[in-house]
T-cell receptor
């Protein structure tokens, strides 16, 4: 079955630094990979999607890379702010209509 | 904006009760999903539906059933609730296609005593 691992359950960084979150997967080659943000007590909210033929995608302070050879995606938040503190989830689109999620990384940005 | 509404934020039930979790979306999405989220295990897919009256099992369907009589509504049913079904339940919807994002509801925290 698909296995999706996200680096360390918790990540603490200083405000203004770049946060880098990792998503590694095995056993499949997804056509798409997505990143979501989840705040406590809320449902996940979509942030970015990257296709298998795209190496990098950017949106404001967010950047996602997708290396299908390494089976890895990196999610970067530059100039991090305390408001960026949340849990970040990666999700693989396996069939075009079925999504599998990693366990998430809890990011805390320290002022 | 798409809105996915789950009927209850918090629910407390007794072991053996039949439990209904309701989810409604307002953007005419074809696909609807039920996940449960547990600490350390992440989101796990219970059931999903591509269309009205269609349903497919996810990774952990045991102990659950679903109903989709109308396009906008997807119900999760716990036939006989057990304590190991205590969890956060999240409903989501999306359009059909290869690059469509999921829209989630706010979740229902279910406690089975």
């Amino acid at each position: 079955s698909q296995k999706i691992e996200q680096n360390s359950e918790a990540l603490n960084i200083q405000e203004g630094k770049t946060a880098t979150l990792t998503c590694n997967y095995t056993n499949y080659s997804p056509a798409y990979l997505q990143w979501y943000r989840q705040d406590p007590g809320r449902g996940p909210v979509f942030l970015l999607l990257i296709r298998e033929n795209e190496k990098e995608k950017r949106k404001e302070r967010l950047k996602v890379t997708f290396d299908t050879t390494l089976k890895q995606s990196l999610f970067h938040i530059t100039a991090s702010q305390p408001a960026d503190s949340a849990t970040y989830l990666c999700a693989l689109d396996i069939t075009g209509n079925q999504f599998y999620f990693g366990t998430g990384t809890s990011l805390t940005v320290i002022p | 904006d798409v809105k996915v509404t789950q009927s209850s934020r918090y629910l407390v039930k007794r072991t053996g009760e039949k439990v209904f979790l309701e989810c409604v979306q307002d953007m005419d999405h074809e696909n609807m999903f039920w996940y449960r989220q547990d600490p350390g295990l992440g989101l796990r897919l219970i059931y999903f539906s591509y269309d009205v009256k269609m349903k497919e099992k996810g990774d952990i369907p045991e102990g659950y059933s679903v109903s989709r009589e109308k396009k906008e509504r997807f119900s999760l049913i716990l036939e006989s609730a057990s304590t190991n079904q205590t969890s956060m339940y999240l409903c989501a919807s999306s359009r059909t296609g290869g690059n469509e994002k999921l829209f989630f509801g706010s979740g229902t925290q279910l406690s089975v005593l």
